[in-house]
């Protein structure tokens, strides 16, 4: 796909595998076009990279966050788990939105966590609001520490540990059942699916991806929906966002 801007024009003009169109610059088509663009390549150069929260880096898009805070502040879940620890800035993100509303813990699952971000895990000021365990997400084993360590009844659950298709389709199965009606099961990264052909991609990625996964569990699994959260405020015309979660948010309906 080819893409040419003219600020003195004010016009954007793409030529691709659909013909060639061209948008008025200031539009939302046009936008959305710039942003896709930006995201694919944001993520090539490892922009979500550059950000922490509360002293913990966070790997994660932006606009990403905002969105899942407007889902937590909602709904107000007594427990938020979530697969993938990394460096535990979402854990601590998740941690401070649960303290503020006053209540609520996350439970982190990996199955490793490099001893360095455990220390600086532990010892964070909202250490209190966070339980991590060690091991296989899907394992028995871990699944039964998870159980012992639930507190209260509303519980949401977010992977963001290995993202191929058949580790993702085991975990839907394997955390289904942790989802409280009425709340999420959110898969992160499906954004894969664009980024086979980039620099830093992967020849595969277009069919070995968390949207796979999604996809075929959502075809045996009638008690979820694709129902991303609407936005709590929208003073734009703008619809869609700019996310490297890309159906992600499964909502338990049953």
Known sequence: MKLEIDTDARTLSIDGEKGSRTLPLYSDAAFEEISELWKVVGWN?????????????????????????????????????ETGVAHGGSLVFYASLLDLAGSGKVIGVDVEIRPHNQRAIETHPLKSRIDLIEGDSVSAETL????????????????????????????????????????????????????????????????????????????????????????????STLTKPITYWPSAWLKRVR
């Open 45 to 81: 150069q490892r922009y979500t990279y550059t950000f922490t929260w509360l002293g913990r880096p966070i790997i994660q898009m932006p606009e990403d966050l905002l969105r899942v805070q407007e889902v937590i502040w909602m709904q107000r879940p007594d427990v938020i788990i």
């Open 144 to 235: 039964a520490k998870i159980r012992s360590a639930m507190q209260g009844e509303r519980c949401m659950v977010i992977l963001d540990s290995n993202h191929s298709k058949t580790h993702v389709l085991r975990e839907l199965e394997a955390y289904r059942d942790f989802v409280t009606v009425g709340s999420y099961l959110v898969v992160q990264d499906g954004v894969m699916v664009d980024l086979e052909d980039v620099p830093n991609g992967k020849p595969g990625w277009s069919t070995d991806n968390p949207l796979a996964a999604v996809e075929t569990f959502l075809q045996a699994n009638d008690d979820f929906a694709l129902d991303p959260p609407h936005w709590v405020f929208n003073e």
